[in-house]
Each structure stands twice: as C-alpha cells, then as structure tokens.
T-cell receptor
Framework: ETGVTQTPRHLVMGMTNKKSLKCEQHLGHNAMYWYKQSAKKPLELMFVYSLEERVENNSVPSRFSPECPNSSHLFLHLHTLQPEDSALYLC?????????????FGPGTRLTVT | QQQVKQSPQSLIVQKGGISIINCAYENTAFDYFPWYQQFPGKGPALLIAIRPDVSEKKEGRFTISFNKSAKQFSLHIMDSQPGDSATYFCAASKAGGYQKVTFGTGTKLQVIP
C-alpha cells in the first residue's frame, strides 16, 4: 500500500449505530488530519494530530471522536450521528503541521446516515 | 476574513481551450496559495502552488497568476483535455507554526471533446 488509505470506502449507518473510520498513511509523515467534505462547501477541517497529539479540535460535535494511536494511524469513531453528518470524510497527512498545505489525501469514506 | 471565494462553481470547456478559475481572499497574512485537483472517488491532490512574491508560476499546462494588490489568484489550464475534467480547489495558508489551510468551495470542470 502506498500513500494514504481509508477504510471503509462506503458506510451506511443508522442514527443509533456506532462505527469507526480508519486511516493509514505510508509516507512517514508526522501530521494527520480529518476533514468533512460536503457538496458546494469548502473542506471543513475537523481534527489535526501532530505526532499522536491533537493540536486542533475545530468545534466538532462530541458524536465524532478521533483517536491517533501512532503517527501512521488515525481513527474517527462515530456514534449517534445525525442525517446532516452524511458527507465524504477525508483523511490527510503532511510531513509536519507546519506544512499543512502539502497534504496528501486519502480517497475518503462516503458516509450516509439514515 | 478567513474565507477564500472561488468562482465559477462549474465550468464547461471545449477540448484545446483555456480553463480559467478565479479565487479571492481577504486575509493579507496568507502567504501560500495551493491548488488541488480532485477526481471522482479520489481525495484532493496538490496540483501547483504559489507564494505572493511572484506574479506567475507555470508547470506544464497549468499556470497560476497572482495579483497581490487585488488579493486575487487564478488557475489557467492551457490546451484543456478531457482528462483534466475534475473538481479544482484553491486554498490559502499562512507560514510559520501550525496554520490551517482555508479552502475555496471548488470548481467542477468538464472538458468536452
């Protein structure tokens, strides 16, 4: 595997379910990011991790819970989501948080909340 | 003040034509302006970027033009090809320490044969 991988690619969940999104980067980067991408809106930065420490929590509802066990893996735990949370969730990594513009993105997880 | 405004929302260009996407920003502290290209089913990928100390940067068929006084920058795709059909995002960031990237809303480009 190369670059940034995300699993699953598609996820349908009910509002009472609990699920997790997984991201893995094979680039030796030290910073990892979660973004939400909705149609006709700018990418919304959700969380930023630098060397497994969270450096930004961008006013994200507590029903989204990130976890970064090491610099290569990032998870987004989901519970009691709302229909408006349906979106493409993108993971990205960069060499460091000081070069966020040189991010490498994964293909995303298309989440549908029913 | 953190917004980056992008236009048009969608664009249809004939093969061989020039595609032009425009962006404007308010925050004069921004000093790095990347463009990302996103194909369906893929995440965005860094395409080309410019710093405000130059007015133009060219990489192959892709050119960024930068107007610091007007706080505007644009992406030009010369000799547009069907394979260029994608969504393009402009963005802006500040150097130094941790500074998040502010993205535009995206332009969906379709190049027709």
């Amino acid at each position: 595997e190369t670059g940034v991988t995300q699993t699953p690619r598609h996820l349908v969940m009910g509002m009472t379910n609990k699920k997790s999104l997984k991201c893995e980067q094979h680039l030796g980067h030290n910073a990892m990011y979660w973004y939400k991408q909705s149609a006709k809106k700018p990418l919304e930065l959700m969380f930023v991790y630098s060397l497994e420490e969270r450096v930004e929590n961008n006013s994200v509802p507590s029903r989204f819970s990130p976890e970064c066990p090491n610099s290569s893996h990032l998870f987004l735990h989901l519970h009691t989501l709302q229909p408006e949370d349906s979106a493409l969730y993108l993971c990205a990594s960069s060499q460091s948080v000081q070069t966020p513009y040189e991010q490498y993105f994964g293909p995303g997880t298309r989440l549908t909340v029913t | 003040q953190q917004q980056v405004k992008q236009s048009p929302q969608s664009l249809i260009v004939q093969k061989g034509g020039i595609s032009i996407i425009n962006c404007a920003y308010e925050n004069t502290a921004f000093d790095y302006f990347p463009w990302y290209q996103q194909f369906p089913g893929k995440g965005p990928a860094l395409l080309i970027a410019i710093r405000p100390d130059v007015s133009e940067k060219k990489e192959g068929r892709f050119t960024i033009s930068f107007n610091k006084s007007a706080k505007q920058f644009s992406l030009h795709i010369m000799d547009s090809q069907p394979g260029d059909s994608a969504t393009y995002f402009c963005a802006a960031s500040k150097a130094g320490g941790y500074q998040k990237v502010t993205f535009g809303t995206g332009t969906k480009l379709q190049v027709i044969p």
